[in-house]
């Protein structure tokens, strides 16, 4: 199948702009734009989003200089992007063009050489994640980033047990598959699998960040003007121990090796 996913994910793209607006995924948004500009290099940078759906995650970094390409299979997704974020928006800096294709022809689609390589909420939706990671490490120039935001199957009983949804905690803890707020079926992965994938192919693991600790269990709540104090205490506790262990959601930003030929 030339796609990323064999699950049926049926009207993803108003459910996930729905998202977009409230507290969970405002967080989620502001908290993978905070750990990429401790990281990236503040020159404008050529950023490649594989799976980069509405925009909202590029959108913030074209507001910083960037210049990105979004790559994404659903087309809904990609028509809610370019109306909401033009090619090249009025007083924005960088810019966002926009590629229809799946994210393991990456390379083929959007070329290799990019400074920093995206992957953000994809993973779930993959049966097997290692031919999607490597296309990403594919894509990367020897010494760019590779961001790459995914579920913990470990830790997925967390929200269920703080919704006190307790067959949905026991279920968590015997299966990775389920159903989320999304209404879609997606699945936990492992963090130390996928750093293993990427380190395979000569990309290494700099850092890794707990997303959404604190409020991951308030369904959809509005932003309010606690958000700023909210945004700082869950990036305090996404970046220590034993509190990220804990994350629904995990953040790894690893760097290419110097001097490696992209994986073929």
Known sequence: MN????HDLGPLAPSYTRHSDTLRGALRHALVDRALAHHMSPTPQRVLDVGGGTGVQAR???ERGHHLLILDPDQEMLARAQSAWPPHAEGVPGSITYRTGPGERA???AGTGWD???CHGVLMYVDDPAPLLRALTRCVRPGGLVSVLAKERDALAMRRGLRRDWPGVLHALTSAEETGNLGTTSRGVSRAEVTRHLAH???DQLRWYGVRILTDHLGN???TDEFEQILEAEW???ARDPYRGIARLFHIVARAQEGQEPAR
């Open 3 to 6: 796609d990323w996913t064999t």
């Open 60 to 62: 913030l970094l074209a």
């Open 107 to 109: 390379a083929e689609l």
């Open 116 to 118: 920093v390589v995206l």
């Open 201 to 203: 192919h000569h990309v």
């Open 221 to 223: 709540e509005p932003v």
């Open 236 to 238: 305090q506790v996404g």
